[in-house]
């Protein structure tokens, strides 16, 4: 028989194993010689409440290495900034404006919600004339230091 005798079939596919789950059929494809591999789940049919100790160690390091939140203002520092804010007769809104903040970033500092930025509290230091940082605060502030 010679090449041009030879029968071509177009189309054909080539028979590839099928993955399935149900046991008839993984059964069908080891008789048939296919590879078949098979996971086993971890946690089938076991009870969610009792799972292995390993998650309970891993939450148990995670909270010895968690770091602590950070600092606060003061409340000492809310209740300076709102005396002396009541004293130049200033809302919220307005001091905020004249140090260039967020109305909320001055709402935070006098309730004691925020978190301390050495650059705001020196603006509102110098808009207030008051000290809110370090020792003494909601002392007034003097003019500058004399030689």
Known sequence: MSEWDAQVVIGSKRQTPKVTKKDSDLNAARRSGAVVATD????SGANKARQGTDHQK?????????????TKVAPSVGRAMAAARGDLKLTQKELAQKVNEKPSVMQEY????????????????????????????GEKLGGPKKS
Do not use: F, M, W, Y
């Open 40 to 43: 086993k789940k971890t946690s």
């Open 58 to 70: 891993i939450a148990k390091l995670d909270r010895e290495n968690e770091v602590a939140p950070p």
């Open 110 to 137: 006098e309730s004691g919600k925020a978190i301390p930025s050495p650059q705001i509290l020196g603006k509102l230091e110098r808009a207030l004339g008051v000290k809110l940082r370090g020792s003494n605060i």
